[in-house]
Nanobody
């Protein structure tokens, strides 16, 4: 079966950096655009960033642009989220997700377009 498993969440202070990893299995990894979403308590899940099948195209939500970087290693079937200059408002459960289709137009991606989801990893940023 398909599995997406996130690693790397934790408690950090504002201004710190953190790297999340998502290990994928049970799917042809390069056939999927990959994305990160997040959900804070009491709020709806929101788009953070996405990357196309080959890793040469990325797209970021305005709230994280310039601070977060998404990357992928197709040989290892891992997608990463490098987070810099973290803010308390970044506190959320972060979810890795996969959308089938090598040529997705990344700005159009929505939660309901994603075929598979990880269970999430919690990132808490203190002041």
């Amino acid at each position: 079966q398909v599995q997406l498993v996130e690693f790397g969440g934790g408690l950090v202070q504002a201004g710190d950096s953190l790297r999340l990893s998502c290990a994928a299995s049970g799917l042809t990894f390069r056939n999927y655009a990959m994305g990160w979403f997040r959900q804070a308590p009491g709020k709806e899940r929101e788009f953070v960033t996405a990357i196309n099948w080959s890793g040469d195209i990325t797209y970021y939500a305005d709230s994280v642009k310039g601070r977060f970087t998404i990357s992928r290693d197709n040989a290892k079937t891992i997608v990463y989220l490098h987070m810099n200059s973290l803010k308390p408002e970044d506190t959320a459960d972060y979810y890795c997700a996969a959308a089938y289709g090598r040529n997705w137009y990344l700005p159009s991606l929505r939660s309901d377009h994603m075929n598979y989801w990880g269970k999430g990893t919690l990132v808490t940023v203190s002041s």
